[in-house]
């Protein structure tokens, strides 16, 4: 079974970059189809789904976070990295690292146990 699990900072400052890694076990992030997503949940707030990359490398992004979010991915070490960059108080949330049996579905499988992001102001 594949296992996610995030890692990086807890604290960032508002302007700076937030930068999230997703270490997959159990499974390749090269394996078709499947899709490997960040997801995150504001205190209070519901689940927001940020942005994903494919098992070929594609990558599709939220339309509201297009702008500010990259991701992208190291075969070698089997992890999957988001930058989210400019961020603000508001983007203080738990984020998620998750995978999905393909792109053509918002169905996911696994998830990693989430990681909490603060942005100072």
């Known amino acids: 079974q594949v296992q996610l699990q995030e890692s990086g900072p807890g604290l960032v400052k508002s302007s700076q970059t937030l930068s999230l890694t997703c270490t997959v076990s159990g499974g390749s992030i090269t394996t078709h189809y499947y899709a490997w997503s960040w997801i995150r949940q504001p205190p209070g707030k519901g689940l927001e789904w940020m942005g994903v990359i494919a098992y070929d490398g594609s990558t599709y992004y939220s339309p509201s976070l297009k702008s500010r979010t990259s991701i992208s991915r190291n075969t070698h070490n089997n992890q999957f990295s988001l930058q989210l960059r400019s961020v603000v108080p508001e983007d203080t949330a738990v984020y998620y690292c998750?995978?999905?049996?393909?792109?053509?579905?918002?169905?996911?499988?696994?998830w990693g146990q989430g990681t909490r992001v603060t942005v100072s102001s």
């Open positions: 998750a995978v999905g049996p393909s792109l053509a579905t918002s169905v996911v499988t696994s």
